[in-house]
């Protein structure tokens, strides 16, 4: 198994033990579409199409899931998205 794999593997397990709980951005009415598009596409790895309807629901709905997951997975992830200024959290 290459390292990739085990990495491949590593997260899959994770989502797969402890509680499944949820990664939620929220509207702030300071970033761009664009900006939280280019986020969610860097940290979460959403693909394009994913990110804009993540950032459109943000926007009408006041906040969006954006990932499910351990908490364990989800938090690295919610401190990149806080150190881009963005406003998130895992309930």
Not at 4 to 20: A, C, I, M, N, Y
Not at 25 to 37: E, K
């Amino acid at each position: 198994m290459d390292v990739l794999e085990k990495t491949s593997h590593s997260l899959l397990l994770e989502d797969v033990v402890g509680e499944q709980r949820f990664l939620v951005l929220h509207n702030d009415d300071v970033h761009t579409f664009d900006f939280v598009i280019a986020a969610l596409m860097e940290v979460c790895l959403h693909d394009a199409q994913q990110a804009e309807q993540c950032a459109y629901i943000v926007h009408y709905r006041g906040r969006c899931d954006i990932k499910k997951g351990s908490y364990d997975f989800l938090h690295p992830m919610k401190v990149q998205l806080i150190d881009r200024g963005l406003n998130v959290t895992i309930d």
